[in-house]
T-cell receptor, first 111, second 116 residues
Framework: DAGVTQSPTHLIKTRGQQVTLRCSPK?????VSWYQQALGQGPQFIFQ???????QRGNFPDRFSGHQFPNYSSELNVNALLLGDSALYLC??????????FGPGTRLTVT | AQSVTQLGSHVSVSEGALVLLRCNYS??????LFWYVQYPNQGLQLLLK??????LVKGINGFEAEFKKSETSFHLTKPSAHMSDAAEYFC??????????????FGQGTRLTINP
């Protein structure tokens, strides 16, 4: 049984560009949450998707948006990238939002 | 609002010694509490969780944690440290209810170093 998978593993972008990160949840899971982990910090909640709708959102600007597909996979989009967006982006999946299983993350570097 | 404070950003112990990582939480509702471990360049792995059942929770790799409501604490312990325990440890809190949006609120993390 594959766990949570994320792509790409690493990504380098330039300020002002847009980026899309992808996540496939663990089999049987219907909820996907996204977290941003800056270097040396704990993960911070961005938003959570359930039944293709954003169910809850953390304190992140509208530049951060997402989508969930009918197969429960999800995308995180970030527009107008800033240097401060450089971080490890973690996806977590769960069933009914309970115990969350994390993927390996996508390391985004903005130059 | 919920919050987590991990006391000590860096803890160093000798191999075979007791590991104690401290976590205090703040929550206006009965919480669910979690400990996660993160190895370099990897995601988070769940060590153990408290979900309002037994206050002493046993997890993987010999770790355990005790929920103390009066102290709002959920400290992580392991009787005998192993070199493979070297990693970053995160305490997290979420709302205690099923079926709803349960975002995790994480502490800043504690880096555990094991000395040979």
């Amino acid at each position: 049984d594959a766990g949570v998978t994320q792509s790409p593993t690493h990504l380098i972008k330039t300020r002002g560009q847009q980026v899309t990160l992808r996540c496939s949840p663990k089999s049987g899971h219907d909820t996907v949450s996204w977290y941003q982990q800056a270097l040396g910090q704990g993960p911070q909640f961005i938003f959570q998707y359930y039944e293709e709708e954003e169910r809850q959102r953390g304190n992140f600007p509208d530049r951060f948006s997402g989508h969930q597909f009918p197969n429960y996979s999800s995308e995180l989009n970030v527009n107008a990238l800033l240097l401060g967006d450089s971080a490890l982006y973690l996806c977590a999946s769960s069933f009914e939002g309970y115990e969350q299983y994390f993927g390996p993350g996508t390391r985004l570097t903005v130059t | 609002a919920q919050s987590v404070t991990q006391l000590g950003s860096h803890v160093s112990v000798s191999e075979g010694a007791l590991v104690l990582l401290r976590c205090n939480y703040s929550s206006s509702v009965p919480p669910y509490l979690f400990w996660y471990v993160q190895y370099p360049n990897q995601g988070l792995q769940l060590l153990l969780k408290y979900t309002s059942a037994a206050t002493l929770v046993k997890g993987i790799n010999g770790f355990e944690a005790e929920f103390k409501k009066s102290e709002t604490s959920f400290h992580l312990t392991k009787p005998s440290a192993h070199m493979s325990d070297a990693a970053e440890y995160f305490c997290a809190v979420s709302d205690n209810h099923m079926g709803g949006a349960q975002k995790l609120v994480f502490g800043q993390g504690t880096r555990l170093t094991i000395n040979p």
